[in-house]
């Protein structure tokens, strides 16, 4: 009996040894978790007042999981969540997103079209720019992140050359290696927080497509101005890299027209001040959705993401971050619905785009398409 359990145990061993190694190898070679920063990024990472010599800190205190919690997340209740979601925590049916046809009816000045989550294509001053273009799942094991199902699936061939994409920071609901790498050949530059410029260039971006940002440097691409403004948050792509690439919100400037893009924040004082250095701005794209109690400095509640629009001083504002993955554990209409329900008792003004629905602000869209989804 004792060498039948003898043999077991060196059997187990064994597998796990196995196990470890494959994770291993799968973390150290797929392409999926990025690279590392040049002698060049370096240098400038290591001269940013953000980074105080091992990672970059935001401009005030911010746990990850809040002070006092006293339910962190388990494995268990994650699986849960994810592979028995309760009613309502995710769309039963494909979302009714419009199709996407801009080879035929390109993008004009002023025009905008969010495609669920962060994500949002848009021209202005004659650019053609992108937020965060994600395409595929949020996550990188199969297990997690996977995208709500819509009528009409997006993909890289749908999207027009691209003069600007803009990165917030290096999340995978944020940065999708699979998207860039298909966009691509469409991309004349790419702006981006310090240290994500390795991640790109892992993934087969040329060096001089790449333009690189502390918080409040600026580049112009044609007649905007872009200028990388702080943001109240994290970043890594693996357990041990965690905030060696800096994170940030983006303001964005043409002789008539402001917009600021918030990425993702906790809430915090930064936004008063943005709205104070740069402000006002005619738009707001601001986060609103994968909040919970248990982190609630990193990501913030639909209340706080209403309040973040009135500190930044925008006259308008697109509620974004929601609609397209199942990344938190509320249900999938929570946040739009607190949202809308604080900015009607704040008197803040809502554009509410359909998925896909190509709009302006000069007749800005007010449609309710989540209440008829199911």
Not at 71 to 88: F, H, K, Q, Y
Not at 319 to 330: E, N, R, V
Request: no cysteine; aromatic share 12%.
């Amino acid at each position: 009996m004792l060498a039948f359990l003898l043999v077991i145990l060196k059997w187990l061993a064994i597998a796990a040894a196995v196990l470890a190694l494959a994770t291993w190898l799968f973390i150290r070679f797929h392409p999926v978790f990025g690279g590392e920063p040049d002698a060049r990024s370096l240098a400038r990472i290591q001269a940013s007042p953000q980074f105080d010599g091992q990672v970059f800190r935001n401009a005030e205190p911010t746990p990850l999981m809040s002070p006092g919690n006293t339910r962190p997340v388990g494995v268990i209740e994650w699986l849960r969540n994810v592979l028995t979601p309760p009613a309502g925590k995710v769309p039963s049916e494909p979302l009714p997103n419009r199709p996407l046809n801009l080879h035929e009816q390109p993008l004009k000045d002023g025009q905008f079209v969010w495609l669920g989550h962060s994500t949002v294509l848009f021209r202005l001053a004659g650019q053609v720019m992108v937020t965060d273009p994600l395409l595929n799942r949020a996550s990188p094991i199969p297990l997690a992140g996977a995208p709500f199902p819509m009528r009409h699936p997006v993909t890289a061939a749908d999207f027009p050359a691209l003069d600007v994409v803009l990165l917030s920071h290096d999340h995978y609901d944020h940065l999708d290696w699979r998207a860039i790498r298909d966009l691509d050949p469409k991309v004349r530059h790419y702006v981006v927080p310090l240290g994500v410029r390795a991640h790109l260039l892992r993934w087969g971006v040329a060096n001089d497509k790449i333009t690189e940002l502390d918080w409040h440097e600026s580049t112009r691409q044609g007649d905007v101005d872009i200028t990388l403004a702080p943001a109240r948050h994290f970043s890594g792509r693996r357990f041990d890299n965690r905030n060696s690439t800096l994170w940030g919100s983006w303001v964005l400037k043409t002789p008539d027209f402001s917009l600021f893009f918030n990425g993702d924040s906790g809430y915090g004082r930064h936004f008063a001040e943005i709205g104070r250095r740069y402000g006002p701005f005619d738009v707001a794209l601001m986060e609103n959705g994968a909040y919970n109690e248990r982190w609630a400095y990193i990501h913030m509640q639909p209340e706080q993401s209403v309040q973040a629009v009135r500190d930044v001083q925008a006259r308008q504002v697109v509620p974004i971050h929601w609609g397209k993955f199942d990344l938190a554990f509320h249900p999938w209409k929570e946040p739009i619905r607190r949202f809308m329900a604080e900015a009607d008792r704040k008197g803040v003004d809502v554009v509410t785009p359909e998925i896909g629905q190509v709009f302006d602000f000069a007749e800005p869209p007010r449609s309710t398409w989540w209440e008829s989804a199911r």
